[in-house]
């Protein structure tokens, strides 16, 4: 299967870099599926969004993402977030409670992308 060198960076930390199968990302254009040989393109990340890493080792690693954006060369997929948490590090727990009860809107819509993200690992 075909690969791109990838990367995941937020503001905080860099969380990966490696070889990518495939990327999916929810952009304000919609949620777009990158594969290697895509064209190049520019296209900014919707905050409280996911995205899905597929990597040339076969893992599928799944992110929450706040904002930020997505960009295609022919060479490398960089997804450069505002903030990024994994979805295997989200304690689904404390993320129910407070996209139930905090009264801090952010906060709510963070803990919202936090529970789709691990929706989506726990998805084939």
């Given at each position: 299967m075909a690969e791109?060198?990838?990367?995941?960076v937020?503001?905080?930390r860099a969380l990966w870099v490696g070889t990518a199968t495939s990327v999916i990302a929810q952009t304000t254009e919609g949620e777009i599926g990158v594969l290697p040989g895509h064209e190049p393109m520019l296209g900014?990340?919707?905050?409280?969004g996911v995205v899905i890493i597929r990597t040339g080792e076969g893992d599928k690693l799944v992110a929450a993402v706040q904002?930020?954006?997505l960009?295609?060369?022919s060479e490398k997929i960089t997804i450069l977030a505002d903030s990024a948490s994994w979805a295997s590090e989200v304690n689904e727990a404390d993320a129910q409670r407070r996209a139930t009860e905090s009264s801090d809107e952010r906060e709510?819509?963070?803990a919202e992308s936090e529970l789709r993200a691990v929706k989506r690992l726990q998805e084939k």
């Amino acid at each position: 299967m075909a690969e791109i060198a990838a990367q995941l960076v937020s503001v905080e930390r860099a969380l990966w870099v490696g070889t990518a199968t495939s990327v999916i990302a929810q952009t304000t254009e919609g949620e777009i599926g990158v594969l290697p040989g895509h064209e190049p393109m520019l296209g900014q990340l919707v905050d409280n969004g996911v995205v899905i890493i597929r990597t040339g080792e076969g893992d599928k690693l799944v992110a929450a993402v706040q904002g930020g954006f997505l960009s295609v060369s022919s060479e490398k997929i960089t997804i450069l977030a505002d903030s990024a948490s994994w979805a295997s590090e989200v304690n689904e727990a404390d993320a129910q409670r407070r996209a139930t009860e905090s009264s801090d809107e952010r906060e709510k819509a963070i803990a919202e992308s936090e529970l789709r993200a691990v929706k989506r690992l726990q998805e084939k």
